[in-house]
């Protein structure tokens, strides 16, 4: 058992964490570029928490401009054993109305601009995405939005677009048709690379507006998502902050994702670029060393 120490990932709307003790800033470098900001460290409720704001304090970075490897490396050197990723979505359903919080466990990837692996030539891995979230992650951070008070909806499909202008009609409607439930531009390729860093993931979608492929209504507008975006980013604070007081009351169990490369990596030790394996000391240094 160890300590948990959760890195979250706000989304539009959420640049910082008041709740935060001892709360500081720090630089973080890593192999992969620079991440979209500063990480502020602290805890709440006893546990150390990391947070990143995706896109920068003042919402500097655009979707496809944000280097999620970047993001994931410095997390996990960090110390983070577990992220939580807070974004702002559309809703591909009735039910799913503004202000509710869609805690997803599918995928699919429409991104095609963004580098979606930290391997490659030199080091090949093939890690498992059928199941691309933490189930037991995703389970807490459910009730714990429930506890404080949010709608949740409890699994869903993300599609994953590349942006940053929104759908056409055609292509929200054609999502519907696949069983997508919500539509966003960030979460792929970082739940892929959260999953090849050995980070159990989850993600809490906060729906600001139906996405374009209803009739009646007005279409999806940016002064109208950010007006919903603000209510949303407080009750995004008191899920975090209720996840964290139910955390500092369990010891954290090991979880398959620790030690997922075990049975991802394909190229032996010896045919490996060692150039590369310096790139990869802090996401996948435990496997490369086994």
């Known amino acids: 058992m160890t300590a948990w120490t959760l890195g979250v990932i706000g989304g539009s709307g959420l640049y ?10 720090i630089d973080v ?4 570029g620079a991440p979209s900001d500063q990480l502020l460290t602290g805890a709440i409720e006893g546990v150390k928490l990391v947070f990143l704001p995706r896109h920068g304090r003042g919402h500097r970075i655009s979707p496809t401009g944000i280097n999620a490897r970047a993001n994931i490396d410095a997390l996990k050197r960090a110390g983070c054993t577990d992220i939580l990723s807070i974004s702002a979505v559309g809703s591909l359903r009735e039910e799913l109305d503004p202000g509710t919080f869609v805690v997803v466990d599918q995928y699919i990837d429409r991104t095609v601009a963004r580098a979606s692996s930290f391997f490659g030539e030199g080091c090949v891995a093939h890690v498992s995405m059928a199941d691309p979230v933490c189930g037991r992650l995703a389970g807490l951070a459910a009730a714990a939005g429930r506890a404080s008070g949010a709608r949740i909806a409890e699994g869903g499909t993300y599609l994953a677009m590349e942006g940053p202008q929104f759908s056409t009609r055609a292509e929200s409607a054609l999502y519907r048709q696949w069983g997508c439930d919500v539509i966003g531009m960030t979460g792929m390729p970082e739940a892929k690379l959260a999953r090849e860093a050995e980070l159990p993931y989850a993600s809490v979608c906060m729906v600001t507006d139906y996405d374009c492929w209803r009739e009646e209504g007005v279409d999806v507008e940016v002064n109208h998502i950010i007006e919903v975006m603000h209510a949303n980013a407080a009750a995004a604070k008191a899920l975090i902050k209720t996840l964290a007081d139910t955390l500092s009351q369990q010891p954290r169990t090991p979880s398959p994702i620790d030690t997922c490369l075990n049975a991802a ?16 000391d802090a996401v996948a240094g435990r496997a490369l060393r086994g």
């Open 16 to 25: 910082e964490m008041d709740a935060l003790e001892n709360q500081r800033w």
């Open 29 to 32: 470098q890593g192999p992969w």
């Open 265 to 280: 990596l394909i190229t032996p030790p010896a045919h490996r670029d060692p150039l590369l394996m310096q790139k990869l």
